[in-house]
T-cell receptor, first 111, second 112 residues
Framework: NAGVMQNPRHLVRRRGQEARLRCSPM?????VYWYRQLPEEGLKFMVY????????ESGMPKERFSAEFPKEGPSILRIQQVVRGDSAAYFC?????????FGPGTRLTVT | RKEVEQDPGPFNVPEGATVAFNCTYS??????FFWYRQDCRKEPKLLMS???SGNEDGRFTAQLNRASQYISLLIRDSKLSDSATYLC?????????????FGQGTTLQVKP
């Protein structure tokens, strides 16, 4: 039973480029969440999605960040025009009806 | 005031010791509570959910006091492999799905 899958595991982007992070939830899970962990900080909620719907995006920065969970395929977190401050670990989690399980994360480095 | 507060530690204990972590949360509407562990800033792994009646899983015991908005985790007979950061986590949504709020974590180092 595969867990939550994320790719790529490591991503290097130059300032101004776009970053696309992918997340495939655990089989049978319909809820997807994205969290960010900045260096030396705790995990912070970004967005909660179900298929084709954004349920809660209260943690998303107002600009440059977007997320989707299409009917087919993985959830995508997109960061446009990346800046150095976007360097962080981005974790995806999925849940059925209760507990959230995390993927291995994507470590984004902006140079 | 932070939504979830933990003593960051570090807690340095010898193998076999009993250690307790505490956590407070500010939102009285919080629905569900968890302890996760995180090793070397890898993905958080669910350790246990925390129920009002308290629950135990092997060497680990979790307690919840809704009136005081306080959660605890007790680890008995500590092992070297218990060394990690323990995250107190609260779901403040109106249902059991929804965003998790993480404490900063308490670091545990178990020494031989």
């Amino acid at each position: 039973n595969a867990g939550v899958m994320q790719n790529p595991r490591h991503l290097v982007r130059r300032r101004g480029q776009e970053a696309r992070l992918r997340c495939s939830p655990m089989k049978g899970h319909s809820h997807v969440y994205w969290y960010r962990q900045l260096p030396e900080e705790g995990l912070k909620f970004m967005v909660y999605l179900q298929k084709e719907n954004i349920i809660d995006e209260s943690g998303m920065p107002k600009e440059r960040f977007s997320a989707e969970f299409p009917k087919e395929g993985p959830s995508i977190l997109r960061i446009q025009q990346v800046v150095r401050g976007d360097s962080a670990a981005y974790f995806c989690a999925s849940s059925g009806s209760y507990e959230q399980y995390f993927g291995p994360g994507t470590r984004l480095t902006v140079t | 005031r932070k939504e979830v507060e933990q003593d960051p530690g570090p807690f340095n204990v010898p193998e076999g010791a009993t250690v307790a972590f505490n956590c407070t949360y500010s939102n009285s509407a919080s629905q569900s509570f968890f302890w996760y562990r995180q090793d070397c800033r890898k993905e958080p792994k669910l350790l246990m959910s925390v129920y009002s009646s308290g629950n135990e899983d092997g060497r680990f015991t979790a307690q919840l006091n809704r009136a005081s908005q306080y959660i605890s985790l007790l680890i008995r007979d500590s092992k070297l492999s218990d060394s990690a950061t323990y995250l107190c986590v609260v779901n403040i949504g109106s249902s059991n799905t929804g965003k998790l709020i993480f404490g900063q974590g308490t670091t545990l180092q178990v020494k031989p």
